[in-house]
T-cell receptor
Framework: AQKVTQAQTEISVVEKEDVTLDCVYE???????LFWYKQPPSGELVFLIR??????QNEISGRYSWNFQKSTSSFNFTITASQVVDSAVYFC?????????????FGRGTSLIVHP | SQTIHQWPATLVQPVGSPLSLECTVE??????LYWYRQAAGRGLQLLFY??????ISSEVPQNLSASRPQDRQFILSSKKLLLSDSGFYLC???????????FGPGTRLTVL
């Protein structure tokens, strides 16, 4: 069965600090997909990124970067020079390709608070 | 482009009253649709999903039901609300050929 662990319940930083959100996953599938979503105080989950299991290339998008390491079953998310607008709950999720339903398993989320 | 709508945005209902939450998707055909509940503590619980009109899969047996009367409409219902039904309800969709889900703005339900 698939499992996603976000061990950090809450992280508090001061603006301009770099912060890394950890995500560790478990799956028996050889083909799977990893995601990060952002949930601001308004509540809507905003899709940030998807990585495929066969593509370990790290990705950078502005101040956001993602480090995918199959050897440690981790998919960590780093925000560089954090801003107050980054304050939100961040969810990591995993979908397995087998069965074709692609229903994701979500971690319990990490609440990031960025202080001015 | 595709958009997903949910209404109402907030709802306060007494225990024992009925419930109807609606979700609609625009700009796509035959989407897979999902209902999630997020209680205090942030975890997302999948309640129902649908791969087509009239096709509903229930993930967790409880006081709720879902229906899909039209291709892009997904309804969450209850005949009698319980206090434990309070929470934040999120609808999501996925392209039939896609992988990631996209979420609606959510409905915050308080049962008193």
């Amino acid at each position: 069965a698939q499992k996603v662990t976000q061990a950090q319940t809450e992280i508090s930083v001061v603006e301009k600090e770099d912060v890394t959100l950890d995500c560790v996953y478990e799956t028996r599938d050889t083909t799977y997909y990893l995601f990060w979503y952002k949930q601001p105080p308004s509540g809507e989950l905003v899709f940030l990124i998807r990585r495929n299991s066969f593509d370990e290339q790290n990705e950078i998008s502005g101040r956001y970067s993602w480090n995918f390491q199959k050897s440690t079953s981790s998919f960590n998310f780093t925000i560089t020079a954090s801003q107050v607008v980054d304050s939100a709950v961040y969810f990591c999720a995993l979908s397995e390709a087998s069965g074709g339903s692609y229903i994701p398993t979500f971690g319990r989320g990490t609440s990031l608070i960025v202080h001015p | 482009s595709q958009t997903i709508h949910q209404w109402p945005a907030t709802l306060v209902q007494p225990v024992g009253s009925p419930l109807s939450l609606e979700c609609t998707v625009e700009g796509t055909s035959n989407p897979n649709l999902y209902w999630y509940r997020q209680a205090a503590g942030r975890g997302l619980q999948l309640l129902f999903y649908s791969v087509g009109i009239g096709q509903i899969s229930s993930e967790v047996p409880q006081n709720l039901s879902a229906s899909r009367p039209q291709d892009r409409q997904f309804i969450l219902s209850s005949k009698k609300l319980l206090l434990s039904d309070s929470g934040f309800y999120l609808c999501a969709w996925r392209r039939t050929s896609g992988i990631q889900q996209f979420f609606g703005p959510g409905t915050r339900l308080t049962v008193l």
